[in-house]
């Protein structure tokens, strides 16, 4: 079994989690898939806002794909949530990314 049927296997039984579904998003970008990455990162993102690994990854996604503004929106959100959860490292990597991106 490859590792998005067996990470898929494992959202049968848990859908809800958001480890599982931000892995899933990963390996979907390995492949090249990245539509199929943002998406389920996006719906992660709606149901757990709070679940900040997923901006860096989301941003980067987007930047690749020539998404600036919305990497930029994705990016300031993050640090938004980060900053929340008083998650300081989170919030350093997404700053430093959008700073990357923007200057």
Do not use: C, W
């Not at 996006?42 to 901006?55: F, I, M, R």
């Not at 930029?72 to 700073?99: I, N, P, S």
């Amino acid at each position: 079994m490859d590792r998005i049927q067996q990470l898929k296997a494992y959202l049968a039984a848990s859908p809800t989690d958001s480890f599982l579904q931000h892995a899933l998003g990963l390996e979907y970008i390995k492949l090249g898939e990245e539509e199929q990455a943002k998406r389920i990162f996006e719906e992660l993102l709606a149901a757990n806002p709070g679940y900040v690994g997923t901006y860096y990854q989301l941003g980067k996604l987007l930047e690749k794909t020539g998404q600036t503004e919305e990497a930029v929106r994705v990016y300031q959100e993050g640090m938004q949530q980060a900053t929340a959860a008083g998650d300081q490292h989170a919030f350093g990597e997404l700053r430093a990314a959008l700073e990357d991106l923007i200057y």
